[in-house]
T-cell receptor, first 116, second 117 residues
Framework: AQSVAQPEDQVNVAEGNPLTVKCTYS??????LFWYVQYPNRGLQFLLK??????LVKGSYGFEAEFNKSQTSFHLKKPSALVSDSALYFC??????????????FGKGTLLTVNP | GAVVSQHPSWVICKSGTSVKIECRSL??????MFWYRQFPKQSLMLMAT?????????EQGVEKDKFLINHASLTLSTLTVTSAHPEDSSFYIC?????????????FGPGTRLTVL
């Protein structure tokens, strides 16, 4: 079985400050990890993914995430937050083996609010 | 590339009627399509997985007679909510996977907001 935990329902940061949105995962094999962002009444927008290779992954809109195998974490980060980054962020995991027909498992989401 | 569309983007219907939502892959062949349901301020819950030309596989607790899924072609899957009730009101999102792409990534549609009166 695979699972994802996003321990914070909400994260508030001031504009210009660094932001971190936390994610930990559990899979039986090697993980494929994803971050998505969702604006109100919109679908998911892909931010970045970790498949293999460098543990630090850079993605869209200045976001990055660090894969930490020993801590089973994949936290999303941005050095300087913008008000427009305010949205709902989802972490997702899939087992590399492709079992269960390549299903993704999502975390419950973290609402990021960037204050001006 | 890898664009997925959904139609309609929103729909309002009366209780007891059926509603069909379409999911299309515009520039690739979707070997597998996934249907998710999302309640307000909650995560995406996978409802079912459908492979082209075969019956959908439903997640535990999802009524297959209530949520009919058809994946008749490599670019189109439909979700029909039969005899809709207010508790079926939700945001429905589809995603699609193309077998030949590396890592079997899913690409998501923009979602359909269903409101049942």
């Amino acid at each position: 079985a695979q699972s994802v935990a996003q321990p914070e329902d909400q994260v508030n940061v001031a504009e210009g400050n660094p932001l971190t949105v936390k994610c930990t995962y559990s899979v039986s094999g090697n993980p494929y990890l994803f971050w998505y962002v969702q604006y109100p009444n919109r679908g998911l927008q892909f931010l970045l993914k970790y498949i293999t290779g460098d543990n630090l992954v850079k993605g869209s809109y200045g976001f990055e995430a660090e894969f930490n195998k020993s801590q089973t974490s994949f936290h999303l980060k941005k050095p300087s937050a913008l008000v427009s980054d305010s949205a709902l962020y989802f972490c997702a995991v899939r087992d590399e083996s492709g079992g269960s027909n390549y299903k993704l498992t999502f975390g419950k989401g973290t609402l990021l609010t960037v204050n001006p | 590339g890898a664009v997925v569309s959904q139609h309609p983007s929103w729909v309002i219907c009366k209780s007891g009627t059926s509603v069909k939502i379409e999911c299309r892959s515009l520039d690739f062949q979707a070997t597998t399509m996934f249907w998710y349901r999302q309640f307000p301020k909650q995560s995406l819950m996978l409802m079912a997985t459908s492979n082209e030309g075969s019956k959908a596989t439903y997640e535990q607790g999802v009524e297959k007679d209530k949520f009919l899924i058809n994946h008749a072609s490599l670019t189109l899957s439909t979700l029909t909510v039969t005899s809709a009730h207010p508790e079926d009101s939700s945001f429905y999102i589809c995603s699609a996977r193309e077998a030949k792409r590396p890592y079997n990534e899913q690409f998501f549609g923009p979602g359909t907001r269903l409101t049942v009166l």
